[in-house]
């Protein structure tokens, strides 16, 4: 095992580093000049070198890559042109915040989607199973940042009961768990939660069908298991492929949060993408991006091996 | 002729139909899949003859008449924060929405089809370049990507269009990759190499309608992804720019209305939702359409 997973991490390197050029490169597809949003537009040729020089982007590429990467190592990803304070400790804050997002969301989306799914698999064809698939297509078709401002309109404008926007009390971007936080939680969670229910709900229902087609089921009734006994059967059979989806859906949910903390003004990585956009800050905007991707590649990678430790049947190579 | 024989004359009948027709006939069967393209057929047909509907100037707006609810005379879907008939912009705005919604699926369809059928058919070393490049992209989540895109090259309709097509070329190239290495490997495709045909035909003839199909379908399946995406980017800021009509732009533009006339503000969402539930549930029924075994 413990072979298996250094061999897994082997691989992952030169796809890290493949994605650390993808990150790089992005500013450079970029058209205008790097410093268009620092500089004042009657800037001397004199200070535009200067700064240039400052910056590193008067090297050529692959030596500014190199500079770059050998920095991002050490945790240093340079900094932000717009406010001055370094792109590490702002994204720092951000992947808290978004974190803790992503993971309420993911645990309702995977809570919904197994029971549902289960529900469906078990009694497929039914009309159970019809609402549940529906309500899995209908989640997975939603545009999450329409259904936002949907939620917004019935609890926050017409009930009145639950914030629009902020992370906390007075915009605070501090998180705790008390009540006046948890409540600021409960709109962008539920809403971002709704794609993984419908793609967990789809896996199960699948994985279900297919488990009870299989003879052991039979052999199992056959014995002489009760509903319950079976049921664990078909839930332990279904459980590593399930989460392995739950895992490389809370990938997704962590580097596709931008919508929704646009929607609901929630200060995390997609509010810092967002500023970092629209004021054209680089190095904001290479460093976010490469801190997702990287978290990404690295998730997809505990998935693979806690799916391998949990399933035997999946060969190790 | 006895009643054997002409038994047997109706089943050959029967069976000679092609693939193509079985599968039109079982797409015909299917209620669901009917509705659904009968709704997209007249949400495109209506943003496509839009300027012949006799509707108000979707880019004309009225101070005095801004944000009508629901249901005012004259105004069916209200008007929106500038005063401009919803009706008319929630159906000049399918013009754009479904443009740049489709358009980055089908430059992707053809784009990964060709590095994937490549890919599959020569093998080797050039699988591994075209492969392994496609994993770097798997790497990056596909909002991730098609913002980080987006975002660098700038805002514009052009540029949305560019990065989502970079966003659909990996998933496809992949499903093409995986469709053509195990047709090639089929009996059939020896038996043509031995009866002494090159690899252009042999691509062609027999690797094309065998692959296509499959592709085809998984590419419609990313349709409704795509609506979604080019309307979060125009949504963001990224995409179209006002005042055109567009369904992404509309809910941006209408966010700051929700106080004041919600319903009106929810409406270019819902117009979104409709067209990427149906593009799912046809696809959904395309696929079982086109599953022969069943």
């Not at chain 1, 793609?199 to 002489?224: H, M, N, P, W, Y």
């Not at chain 1, 590593?240 to 997704?252: E, H, R």
């Not at chain 2, 004041?260 to 067209?275: Q, R, S, Y």
Request: hydrophobic residues 55%.
């Amino acid at each position: 095992m413990l072979l298996y997973i250094l061999r897994r991490v082997l691989y992952m390197l030169p796809v890290a580093l493949a994605v650390s050029v993808v990150c790089f490169l992005l500013v450079h597809i970029a058209p205008g000049d790097p410093l268009v949003s620092v500089l004042p537009p009657d800037a001397s040729q004199q200070l535009q070198d200067q700064m240039r020089k400052e910056y590193g982007f008067d090297r050529p590429l692959p030596v500014q890559f190199a500079i770059w990467i050998g920095k991002a190592v050490q945790g240093d990803l340079g900094k932000s042109i717009a406010t001055g304070r370094t792109v590490t400790s702002e994204v720092t804050k951000a992947v808290g915040n978004t974190f803790i997002l992503a993971v309420v969301a993911t645990c309702i989306g995977f809570i919904l989607g197994s029971f549902f799914g289960f529900v469906a698999g078990y009694f497929r064809d039914s009309w159970i199973d019809k609402a549940a698939t529906t309500i899995a297509i209908a989640g997975v078709s939603v545009p999450h940042y329409w259904l936002g401002m949907v939620l917004v309109i019935v609890f926050s404008v017409w009930l009145g009961v639950l914030p629009a926007v902020g992370a906390g009390p007075g915009g605070s971007a501090d998180w705790a768990w008390d009540w006046a936080h948890i409540q600021h939680l409960i709109l962008p969670a539920t809403t971002m939660a709704v794609i993984p229910m419908g793609i967990v709900t789809r896996t199960v229902r699948a994985l279900v069908g297919d488990i009870l087609s299989q003879e052991f089921v039979d052999a199992l009734r056959a014995k002489g298991l009760t509903h319950g006994g079976v049921f664990l059967h078909v839930v332990k059979n279904a459980a590593p492929t399930s989460l392995a989806v739950m895992g490389v859906q809370l990938g997704y949910l962590l580097g596709g949060s931008i919508l929704i903390e646009t929607v609901f003004s929630w200060p995390g990585t997609g509010f810092l993408l967002n500023a970092a956009i629209f004021q054209r800050d680089l190095p904001l905007l290479q460093g976010t991006i490469l801190v997702l991707a990287l978290f990404f590649v690295g998730l997809n990678l505990v998935v693979d091996v806690v799916q391998t430790a949990l399933d035997p049947r999946i060969k190790r190579t | 002729m006895s009643a054997a024989d002409a038994a047997i004359a109706s089943a050959t009948q029967v069976v000679s139909r092609g693939y193509w027709a079985t599968v039109g006939r079982r797409l015909l069967r299917d209620p669901v899949t009917v509705t659904c393209v009968a709704i997209l057929l007249l949400i495109l047909l209506a943003a496509i003859f839009a300027p012949y509907l006799g509707l108000a100037d979707p880019y004309r707006g009225s101070m005095i008449r801004r944000l009508r609810p629901i249901g005012t005379a004259g105004y069916p879907f209200g008007t929106d924060e500038l005063g401009r008939d919803m009706l008319a912009r929630l159906i000049y705005g399918g013009r754009l929405s479904l443009f740049v919604g489709i358009l980055p699926v089908i430059n992707a369809f053809v784009i990964g089809s060709i590095f994937g059928i490549v890919a599959g058919y020569v093998g080797g070393r050039i699988n591994m370049a075209i492969m392994r490049t496609v994993d770097v992209f798997f790497a990056f989540p596909s909002v991730l990507l098609a913002i980080a895109i987006s975002g660098a090259l700038g805002a514009g309709i052009l540029n949305s269009l560019v990065s989502l097509t970079i966003v659909f070329i990996p998933p496809i190239t992949r499903v093409a990759e995986s469709v053509t290495t195990s047709v090639r490997n089929l009996d059939f495709v020896d038996a043509a190499r031995a009866s002494g045909a090159g690899n252009f035909t042999i691509i062609r003839v027999h690797i094309l309608g065998n692959v296509l199909g499959p592709i085809f379908v998984y590419a419609t399946s990313l349709i409704s992804v795509s609506m979604i995406l080019a309307s979060g980017l125009s949504f963001l800021g990224l995409g179209t720019k006002p005042p055109e009509p567009e369904w992404g732009l509309m809910l941006n533009t209408l966010r700051t209305a929700i106080y004041i006339n919600p319903w009106v503000a929810a409406l270019p969402g819902a117009m979104i939702f409709v067209v990427s539930i149906c593009f799912n549930l046809m696809s959904d029924g395309l696929r079982s359409a086109m599953d022969v075994r069943r």
